[in-house]
């Protein structure tokens, strides 16, 4: 049986004359209360970095640009209700970019339980040959989502490394030499991960596991030798509102620079930072105000007889019925 992919905004409706036509656009477009949308126009796009082209980009909407550029924030592109108040949300951004990172962080820090919501972040030298073009896990660190370390220490590589990265790293031989065997630091992340709840029974609300936050979560975890499930993962690297327009991923800089203000990873890398750059990213992106819901994926189909009966929907209705086909971070908070 054929079926129809129901879509449906006002900025779509208005496109179209007929009925008919309208439902058939129906069938290619996706959009849904979880996408970026213009809070001028109203229009759905599927990334952010669409919306941000469509309101400054080099061939913007001009009036949507006209009233951005007095009233909106580049930064998490909402429309403020005036200049004043624009003012006054940049200024609480500014405070939290500049924050900063610790330059002493404390190693070997371990929390007894773990937290609700963590970030993790790893580095790597190189091992395998004189090239040392093998990554191997050699830093990892772990964060709750008030930014206090819960774990943070060297990692000793189960094969030599021949190339420390030292520019990037700052990883010298010596650091090394006593640090926590990969196992261990393997044991030790994983355990406070799951908090005691067994991997069968993780679950990302109303448990006791973490939800993982990071960028590029499948490397660390697999460099870690870690199974962690995908529903409890939060990857800003994977997240579609915070990919390209034509799909591909954004780098972590650009991410942290366009969506937090502030640069990271210059000169020698700290996981510490990463892990605080991803955490407030996914917060930015859990605190998007949605209509709550269930889960939004793959709930668009409807069989072809139901035609009639959707030509006869508005827009908003057609709204209502419809879900976005990836997971919202925003529903982590209606958990």
Same mark, same amino acid.
């Given at each position: 049986?054929?079926?129809?992919?129901?879509?449906?905004?006002?900025?779509?409706?208005?496109?179209?004359?007929?009925?008919?036509?309208?439902?058939?656009?129906?069938?290619?477009?996706?959009?849904?209360?979880?996408?970026?949308?213009?809070?001028?126009?109203?229009?759905?796009?599927?990334?952010?970095?669409?919306?941000?082209?469509?309101?400054?980009?080099?061939?913007?909407?001009?009036?949507?640009?006209?009233?951005?550029?007095?009233?909106?924030?580049?930064?998490?592109?909402?429309?403020?209700?005036?200049?004043?108040?624009?003012?006054?949300?940049?200024?609480?951004?500014?405070?939290?970019?500049?924050?900063?990172?610790?330059?002493?962080?404390?190693?070997?820090?371990?929390?007894?339980?773990?937290?609700?919501?963590?970030?993790?972040?790893?580095?790597?030298?190189?091992? #395998?040959?004189? &090239?040392?073009?093998? !990554?191997?896990? =050699?830093?990892?660190? *772990?964060?709750?989502?008030?930014? @206090?370390?819960?774990?943070?220490?060297?990692?000793?590589?189960?094969?030599?490394?021949?190339?420390?990265?030292?520019?990037?790293?700052?990883?010298?031989?010596?650091?090394?030499?006593?640090?926590?065997?990969?196992?261990?630091?393997?044991?030790?992340?994983?355990?406070?991960?799951?908090?005691?709840?067994?991997?069968?029974?993780?679950?990302?609300?109303?448990?006791?596991?973490?939800?993982?936050?990071?960028?590029?979560?499948?490397?660390?975890?697999?460099?870690?030798?870690?199974?962690?499930?995908?529903?409890?993962?939060?990857?800003?690297?994977?997240?579609?509102?915070?990919?390209?327009?034509?799909?591909?991923?954004?780098?972590?800089?650009?991410?942290?620079?366009?969506?937090?203000?502030?640069?990271?990873?210059? #000169?020698?890398? &700290?996981?510490?930072? !990463?892990?605080? =750059?991803?955490?407030? *990213?996914?917060?930015?992106?859990? @605190?998007?105000?949605?209509?709550?819901?269930?889960?939004?994926?793959?709930?668009?189909?409807?069989?072809?007889?139901?035609?009639?009966?959707?030509?006869?929907?508005?827009?908003?209705?057609?709204?209502?019925?419809?879900?976005?086909?990836?997971?919202?971070?925003?529903?982590?908070?209606?958990?």
């Amino acid at each position: 049986m054929m079926l129809l992919k129901v879509n449906k905004c006002a900025a779509c409706f208005k496109q179209f004359v007929k009925r008919e036509h309208f439902v058939e656009h129906m069938r290619t477009s996706y959009h849904s209360v979880h996408e970026p949308t213009c809070r001028i126009c109203k229009k759905h796009c599927r990334s952010f970095e669409s919306l941000r082209e469509h309101l400054i980009g080099p061939l913007p909407k001009e009036e949507c640009k006209r009233i951005f550029s007095h009233q909106g924030c580049k930064f998490c592109l909402v429309i403020l209700n005036n200049p004043d108040a624009l003012r006054l949300h940049q200024g609480v951004l500014a405070q939290l970019a500049n924050l900063g990172i610790f330059d002493n962080l404390t190693i070997d820090n371990v929390q007894i339980r773990g937290p609700q919501v963590a970030a993790l972040a790893c580095k790597m030298v190189g091992g #395998g040959g004189s &090239d040392g073009s093998l !990554d191997l896990c =050699a830093r990892v660190c *772990l964060i709750d989502e008030y930014e @206090s370390i819960i774990s943070h220490t060297y990692v000793k590589p189960p094969t030599p490394a021949t190339n420390y990265r030292y520019q990037t790293t700052g990883i010298r031989a010596e650091y090394l030499r006593e640090a926590l065997p990969l196992s261990q630091a393997q044991r030790k992340i994983q355990d406070l991960l799951y908090n005691r709840e067994p991997m069968r029974k993780l679950r990302p609300t109303d448990g006791k596991a973490s939800i993982l936050v990071g960028h590029t979560l499948d490397r660390d975890l697999s460099l870690l030798q870690i199974n962690y499930p995908a529903t409890m993962m939060r990857d800003t690297v994977k997240y579609p509102p915070l990919m390209q327009t034509n799909k591909p991923s954004n780098s972590f800089k650009y991410l942290a620079k366009t969506y937090l203000g502030y640069d990271i990873q210059a #000169g020698s890398e &700290d996981p510490y930072e !990463d892990c605080v =750059a991803s955490m407030r *990213l996914y917060k930015r992106m859990r @605190s998007q105000v949605h209509k709550k819901g269930d889960h939004p994926q793959n709930q668009n189909n409807f069989a072809l007889w139901r035609q009639s009966e959707l030509e006869k929907m508005t827009p908003e209705q057609l709204l209502e019925i419809s879900r976005s086909d990836f997971y919202c971070w925003c529903l982590d908070s209606q958990g």
